[in-house]
Structure formats: C-alpha cells, structure tokens
C-alpha cells in the first residue's frame, strides 16, 4: 500500500475495449487521472494511425477558437470561466462542434472584412473633408504662405497670379514622410513644383490596425503634363492618398454637403455593424471556455486512442500504468463508460506481469507538493524507494532557520508567507503565470514554514534584529569584575565573560544569556557552540540517512546488503563521527564552570584517539584510552568489510550457480554437448531464492570490475563521510554571517540615527530608518535567505540523501483532464 513514505504500488493492465465504447472509456479514465497509457505503436509515423483525422479536425476547430478569442480579447470582452465540471463531449458532438464554430468564424470574417472596408471609406471620407476645408486658402490670389519645397517661401504676386492656369494634385500623407516627400519632389522637378500643406489638427484611426494615425493635407501646382505624370508617381511611391479638389468655391461647398451626408450615413451603418459584433462577441464570450475545453478533451482522447492496437475482432488493446490500490474505481470508471456508449461487451481490465520498472507515483496534496518538488529536481525516487519527502517537512526549513537565526527577520518572513496563504486563490488568479512571483507563490507554505522555524532559532539565538531580549535575569554578574558603573554602561562597553568568576552557576532558562552582547569574546564563544551544534545535527541526520538504507534493503528483499553494505557504513560512521558527538556531549555534562579551565580540547582528543595515544590530561572518563582503540580498530576493519566482502560473495554465488547450471545439463544428456550462454546464466528459476538476495549478478561476472566498483563505492562512503560531516559547518558559517551582517546593518546605519538627538537628527531619522529597512529586506531577507536556501538545498541532496536514495526511477504521468484544462488556463 502507497502512502507518502513510499510510494505507490504500481501495475501494468491491459485493457481491452469495443470500437463503440473505447472513447467514452478513455474520456471516464481522462476524468479519474489515474491511469498512464503506454504506446503500443511506436514504429508507426503519427501520420499514419487511426485516429489521425480526428485529432487533425480537433486542432482546426482549436485554430477557429483561438482566432475567436483573439478577437474576443481585441473587443475587451470578459470571457466567462467554464464554472462547474464540463464533461467529455461524445462523438458526435464533434460534427455540431464543428459546424457551429465554422459559422462563427466565417460570420466573424465576414463582419470584420464589411466593417474594414467601412471604416475605410469612412477614412477617405473624412480625408477628402479636410482636404475641403485646409485648402481653400490655398487657392486665394495674393496669399503669401506659399513655399517651395526646400523650405525657402516665396513671396509675391508673380507665382500666384497664375495658379489658376497652372495644374493640381491634392491629397493627404502622413506627417512623419512629409519632409522625404518635400525633398523628393525637389529633386525631381528642379524646384519647378509649387507645394502648398497643411496639418490634420486631430489623428485619423486606420482602418486595419484601429491605431491612431497623423496626417496632413497638400496641395501641388506645377506646369506640364509630363511634370504632372511624375508628381503622381512620387505621391503614390509614398503612400499618399490623392483626391480631387474643385478650384471653384461653389463646386467646393456642393461637394462639401454631400461628403457630410454620406459620413452621416457611413457612422449610421458603421454603428449598427460595431453593435452586431459586439452582440457576436458578448454571446461567444460565454460559451468559448468552454467549447476550449471541449475541443482540448477530445483531442486528448483521439491522441490516446492512437496509442492502442486493434486487433481483428474490432477491439481497441491498451496497456497502461496504474496505481493498485485504484484499480476498483478504474473498473467502476470503465463499466460507467461501456453502459454511457451503449455497447453490448463489457469491457475488460487484465493485470499482467512486466520486467519494465513502473513509474514512481507519489501522491501529493498542495502542502507537500512543494517538498516533493524539492525532492524530484534532484532525481526521482526510484520505485518503492523510500521517500526523503516527508522528513524534509522538518528538516528542511529547520536546517534553513539555523542558518537564519533571526527572529525578526523569521517574523517578516513568516507574515509574508501568511499574506500569500491567506490570498491564495487571489494571488493564483492574478499572478499565477508569473515567472518570477509564480515561484514564491508555488512555495507558500515553505516560506511560512521557513519564517516560524527561524523565529525559533532565532529566540534560541536571542537574536532579534541582531540585537538581545532580556526575558529572564541574566545568570553572569559583574561582581567578580573591577568596573564602575559608568563604565559598565558605556556605548562602547565591552568585556570577556569568564566563567569562573562572573557566572551564579544556574543556566539561563531558554536561549542566549543578553549579557553576551556586551561581551568581547561573543564571537568566540558562538563559534564554539554553533560549530559543536552543527556536528551534531549533521551527524545525526546522516547516520538518520543510513537507517534509511534499511528500509530499502529489506523492501527489495536485498538481506546481502544489510550485512555487506549497512552494517559496516553504520559501525564507521557510529564509532568514529557519533562517538565525536558523544564527547561534545559528555564535555558539556561533565565541565562546569569552575573546570572550564581544565576541559580538553576535543580537537586534540580526536587527533591522539587516531594517533593510539595515551595522554592522561585529555581524558574525560575511566578507559576512555582502551575504548577509542577499540572503537578505531573496529572503524578501519569495517573498510576492508565493506571493500572485499560482495566481491567475494557474487563470485561463489556466480560459481554457485555455474555448477548448478552443468549439473543439470549432465543429468539430462550425458552424451550432450553442453553449451553455456549467456542467456541460461541469466534465468534460473530453482536458484530464485538466491538469485533475490543479490542485487546485481552480471551475465558474464568478472571478479576485478565487481572488486573496482565495490572499491569506488566504498572509498566514496569513507572520505564523503569526513567530507560531508565538513560540510554540515556551514549552519555555523552561515549562522555567523547572517548575525555579523545584521549587527553591521544596526550599528552602521540606525544606531547613528537614533544617537541623534537634535530636531535635525529627528528628521534625517525617517531617511536613517527607510534606507536600514531597505538594506535588511534585500541583503538579509533576499540575498540571505536566497543563500540559506540553496545551502539546505545542498545538505539534504548530497549529505542527507546520498546515504540511502538513488533517485533513478521515472515519474507517474496520468492521463487527466485536470491536467490538460490547468495547463490552458497558463
């Protein structure tokens, strides 16, 4: 039985479904989510399979929906969500679906193309209009705004009694191409064509991109046929567009009231055709979620039906992936979809035998997903292997709080994690496709988690914005300490606490004693402790890491491996790193006070215990020497136990079975050339209890490969744990950092805002506290935080899971609709 320590139990059925009822089956699996189908057909192109044409009309009916919801969006429509659970559609809905969605389109088409072409005689309209009226001074004698089109103006009566008999093109262009366009015409004509312009005081919308637009009206006098032929050209090589203009003031204002009727006209129609489309829009805007998800279920469907054979008797065969402890509700959901589809042969559910290994299925909730993400970016767990998952519920964020022992900064951290808990459903709404906050909020309840463990370690610490609450009376006293009053209590007051003269003897009841901030050799003594704390988690959560590996062996009824590889990894890590934590300990229990002066140092101890040798002075206990030998001697013979003895097991094991496999050949023909494979080596099904105690037996077995692999592996166990057992300092280091970061942080930036005391200094404190409140929230509570996180990251891949997970295994996809219709709304 799965459960979330292991996963789930996992089998390979094979299905076998009628033509008839095949899609209303698969369409109950795709609503369940619980089953993984295997492609029975890979050889054969996409192209050529059964359902082809299905999945081929789907993805044009899912082009027509997208090109509705563009235009949809374009309008400022709201599309109104699905709302309750939207079934499978059946087959054939298909055909409705489809001729439904085709009319849309083409009315759509059909209403954008008519409103496209009015909107652009609605623009030549109104083109034409200001032609009419920004150019009538262009045509009064005597007028003297007249310019040659190298912008030098031309003043007189000369030019301009003339202009009648001269010809005209007047039109409109863009204001951004009107100086190109000047210079174009003067060049060509030699300065021989007359340019006269004006500006379109408001934008004009073009017809095709709805954007606003900036023109100008223009109007060209020059004297030829041929002058006139080249002066269109130009004028169409830059897009203008060219309108008549009638010189005469009557002919102007006849033409002028009848453009004004027909713009009347034009915005009538254009606004009955905008309110039908929005009628068009408003309507779909209802339905398209939905049709959405329609169309992408039944597209799922045909794309899993294509995975399957049909065999002669017109029944579809599947094989698929699927948890045992849902193979009743699967059975219920395929007896549901048979009777849904009407046919007359039920269908059928076989489990079946397979040497492929299943995938790895963990069920999660939204809580534990986010560990279990943690846990697969560094490699999915292998099947039936024991899940790290639960453990770094715990472990994690309280690993990240010792290295974020903060708890002001815990607090901030925990609120923000609160805010996002609380907003949850909101936040997922409006960012939930977010890079970079989609991130934060996916890991909501790590970082609530993250935020109250530090709050923890950090009132251990006595730590609160790096400075110290005094909850109970302190247990160091001065009085051994030759100091005034003043002195005591000076800003720059600093003093190394001894303790045999400063202490009252009785611990202090939770956390750091206040006093150490006052003390000069603070640093020191927290190193000592943070330094001896980190060895200890980190050693008991390695040699938690190796019980592990129990659970594994004894699952995968691997029994040779809890006596050749657990036993002896357990007796080095326990008589060498464990019993170092043992000293920590006893040092602690047995060195008060007033012996402070006389305890050893557990670095020199370590040292002689390796080195065999016996000084008296750094005892902490009767026969400690006799049993750091025995505890020595016993650690290096585990080393040769763990490198020489599966070697050796596998290679009577191999001879075992090779003189097993020529006895039975013998006694069955004694005549008979006997010819061993590789093939006979490999299956014996009378050595099967032996053949289950051994992990890995090679085919063709070779002593010096398995002796080499042994050997790696186990010159990989020994130095990682001195590596890894190094490597758990960085909860001190990190821990040291983060407190020395945030003192900096108070004593060099609000400490000289608040030591102010004048009305000026009052003020620059508002400045003084917003610039500390920036720093700390992007150093101590980004950039830290950030840094502590990755560095857990590290410890519980490498030192943690290192000791009994292999991650190999391939993770459990089902085919769910849930998952297709979560991955639309992205």
Not at 658 to 682: F, H, M, P, V, Y
Not at 751 to 769: A, E, H, P, T, Y
Request: with cysteine; aromatic share 12%.
């Amino acid at each position: 039985m799965g459960s979330l320590f292991r996963s789930e139990e996992m089998t390979l059925a094979q299905l076998f479904l009628q033509s008839e009822a095949a899609y209303a089956c698969v369409a109950e699996l795709g609503e369940l989510g619980l089953v993984q189908f295997r492609d029975l057909n890979p050889e054969v192109n996409a192209f050529q399979r059964k359902f082809v044409n299905e999945v081929r009309r789907c993805d044009e009916m899912e082009r027509k929906l997208r090109y509705i919801e563009k235009e949809v969006n374009s309008s400022g429509i709201k599309i109104h969500d699905a709302g309750e659970h939207v079934p499978a559609p059946a087959p054939r809905e298909l055909i409705d679906l489809e001729a439904k969605l085709d009319k849309l389109e083409s009315e759509l088409r059909e209403v954008n193309s008519n409103q496209e072409a009015l909107n652009r005689n609605y623009l030549e309209l109104q083109e034409q209009m200001n032609i009419l009226r920004n150019t009538q001074s262009f045509f009064n004698i005597g007028d003297h705004q007249a310019t040659f089109v190298d912008d030098q103006p031309i003043v007189g009566q000369t030019v301009i009694s003339g202009i009648h008999a001269l010809g005209c093109l007047s039109g409109v262009i863009n204001r951004d191409r009107l100086p190109a366009f000047e210079q174009m015409l003067w060049r060509v004509s030699r300065g021989n064509i007359f340019l006269r312009y004006s500006d379109i005081e408001h934008p004009l919308q073009d017809p095709t991109t709805g954007d606003d637009v900036y023109k100008c009206v223009f109007v060209l006098f020059f004297q030829g046929e041929q002058l006139g032929i080249r002066a269109r050209k130009i004028c169409e090589g830059f897009r203008a567009s060219l309108y008549p203009c009638p010189e005469d003031i009557e002919e102007r204002k006849e033409l002028t009231t009848g453009i004004q009727t027909r713009i009347q006209d034009l915005q009538m129609v254009l606004n009955q055709t905008h309110d039908h489309r929005q009628r068009l829009l408003v309507e779909t805007a209802t339905t398209l979620h939905v049709w959405f998800i329609k169309v992408n279920k039944m597209k799922a469907i045909y794309h899993t039906l294509n995975l399957f054979n049909l065999d002669a008797q017109r029944c579809l065969i599947a094989e698929c992936w699927c948890p045992v402890d849902d193979l009743d509700a699967i059975q219920l959901a395929l007896r549901h979809g048979t009777e849904t589809s009407g046919a007359s042969v039920p269908s059928i559910l076989n489990r079946v035998d397979s040497p492929l290994q299943p995938p790895t299925c963990n069920k999660t909730n939204k809580f534990t997903s986010v560990f279990q993400d943690i846990i697969d970016a560094y490699g999915v767990a292998s099947y039936r292997e024991v899940n790290p998952a639960p453990y770094a519920i715990i472990t994690f964020p309280f690993l990240f709080a010792i290295m974020f022992g903060d708890a002001g900064h815990g607090l901030l951290m925990a609120l923000f994690g609160l805010w996002l808990l609380v907003n949850e459903r909101k936040l997922i709404q409006a960012y939930g496709n977010d890079e970079v906050f989609g991130i934060l909020l996916g890991g909501r309840y790590i970082i609530f988690l993250m935020g109250i463990f530090s709050i923890y370690t950090g009132l251990i610490y006595n730590d609160v914005f790096s400075k110290s609450l005094k909850f109970f009376d302190s247990s160091w006293n001065v009085s051994g300490m030759k100091f005034t009053d003043s002195d005591l209590y000076a800003a720059d007051a600093s003093y190394f606490l001894r303790p045999q003269n400063t202490t009252n003897g009785i611990p202090y009841p939770y956390g750091m004693d206040p006093i150490w901030q006052l003390a000069g050799n603070k640093i020191s003594w927290l190193n000592s402790y943070k330094m001896k704390m980190s060895i200890i988690i980190g050693i008991s959560q390695m040699v938690f890491g190796v019980i592990l590996s129990v659970f594994n062996y004894v699952h995968f009824k691997k029994y040779s491996s809890l006596l050749f590889d657990f036993i002896p990894q357990i007796i080095f890590l326990l008589f060498i790193f464990a019993y170092m934590v043992v000293l920590i300990v006893v040092k602690w229990f047995l060195y008060d006070a007033e012996r402070s002066q006389t305890a050893p140092s557990l670095i020199i101890t370590i040292i002689n215990m390796f080195l065999l040798t016996n000084d008296e002075s750094l005892m902490m206990y009767q026969h400690q020497y006799k049993v750091q030998i025995v505890l020595v001697v016993l650690a290096v013979l585990c080393i040769p136990w763990m490198l020489f003895a599966r070697p050796v097991y596998q290679l009577l094991l191999h001879r075992a079975r090779l003189n097993k496999r020529l006895s039975t050949c013998r006694g069955r023909d004694d005549d008979a050339e006997i010819i061993i494979n590789d093939d006979a080596l490999q299956t014996d099904t009378e050595m099967g209890d032996v053949i289950s105690d051994v992990s890995v037996v090679e085919e063709n077995f070779q002593f010096g490969e398995a002796l080499i692999y042994q050997g790696i592996h186990t010159i990989e166990y020994c130095l990682g744990c001195i590596s890894h057992t190094a490597s758990y300092l960085r909860l001190w280091a990190l821990s040291l950092a983060h407190a020395e970061l945030s003192e900096v942080l108070w004593s060099m930036v609000l400490k000289n805002g608040l030591s102010q005391s004048s009305l000026l200094g009052c003020v620059m404190l508002f400045g003084v506290f917003a610039f500390w409140a920036v720093m700390t929230v992007c150093i101590l509570l980004l950039m830290e935080a950030l840094s502590a996180f990755l560095h857990t990251l590290r410890l519980h891949w490498v030192e943690f899971q290192s000791k009994f997970y292999s991650g190999e295994g391939h993770p459990f996809k089902p085919f769910s609709f849930q998952d297709l219709t979560a991955e639309h709304q992205e």
